[in-house]
DNA sequence: TCAAAGGGGACCTGATCGGTCCTGATTGAT
DNA sequence: ATCAATCAGGACCGATCAGGTCCCCTTTGA
């Protein structure tokens, strides 16, 4: 179903609460707390997060991640490309653009070319502060995980 | 990665190749063996796409499958919505619009609903017809496949 | 020196996807 | 009337992989 995995929706609900508490830095665990995504787990994306610097870490006791950038200059984009590797619907594009030999002979190619472009344009004009806009803490039990999918599965009515 | 599923991606290879003939009906295996698609796949690919709408089969011997509507009228969102279910990234807007009791109130709400839809803008936005203009044929041995994945595979270089 | 963090993997497991098969209905041809 | 080709609709299965857990190491403030 063009789903986005659990890791980007861990990894914006992370960020997304990493911004809102707007006190610099945060341990991992503070954050796993925050959005209710399982500690280990949420370990794991910080990391990647990290390795792909749109996190800053601090290691040792009184550690913690930090942006490394301005909320309002990460896009949903960079966070989907850290965590799942780059958008692209079909293999020709991932390889990055230009490397692909057949790009002048592929079927599609104009095509897919222009539908992985207007995704990824769509999830590059979403930025981090603007998904951390909307703050609904609405319907969630405390300790209860903050990400997309199941914010929807604690809904009174919709599946 | 945000990956197209091989049902998706063949159904659009198919559909491409009977507009392509455009001789009015073909037969399952004929489409088969014209992209490459084993038979038994491509049998169910057909009937999922007929019962969407986007085919019309004539039963019995001598029977097969053609178009319902112009191919300038189809576009991948449909064909892909045929086969993959709604597209949507989050959960959320799986039930389909107004569905979600939390509209109004969801975290990313209005953020993730305007990803969702500028990705199906970009799907709706190509038709079957548009597809099955570039007629390439390179870099394919006879009876191999012409999915997009496989036909990348074929290449000679790139992965 | 110790405990609280992050760093980097290995590893497990269950859901899902890609694919096959089987058992009917239909219908043109013989 | 019968047969073979073809669609209809599932059931089923195996391999892959995403989601998740663990472990051990390094760093660093107290």
């Given at each position: 179903?063009?789903r ?6 861990y990894?914006i ?7 809102r508490?707007?006190g610099g ?13 399982p ?6 994306v910080?990391?990647?997060?990290c ?15 930090g ?11 960079e ?11 079909t293999a ?8 692909c ?7 599609a190619?104009?095509n ?5 472009e207007?995704?990824?344009?769509a ?12 703050v ?7 300790g209860?995980?903050?990400d ?6 604690n ?5």
């Open positions: 179903m063009i986005l995995s659990k890791l980007s929706d990894g609900a992370m960020l997304t609460a990493l911004v508490h707007e830095q945060r341990s991992a665990s503070e954050l796993a707390e925050a959005t209710g995504v500690a280990a787990m949420a370990s794991k910080l990391k990647q997060l390795r792909a610097g749109l996190l800053e870490s601090c290691r040792g006791a009184k550690g913690g991640y942006l490394a950038r301005p909320a309002s200059s990460v896009t949903v984009a966070i989907i490309e850290a965590l799942d590797g780059p958008i692209a619907l020709c594009i991932e390889a990055g653009s230009g490397e030999v057949i790009e002048t002979l592929c079927p190619r104009g897919w070319q222009r539908i992985n207007a995704i990824r344009g999830l590059a004009g979403i930025t981090l502060a603007d998904m951390a806009e909307t609904p803490e609405a319907f969630l039990l405390p209860e995980r903050h997309a999918a199941t914010v929807i599965a809904l009174p009515e919709a599946g």
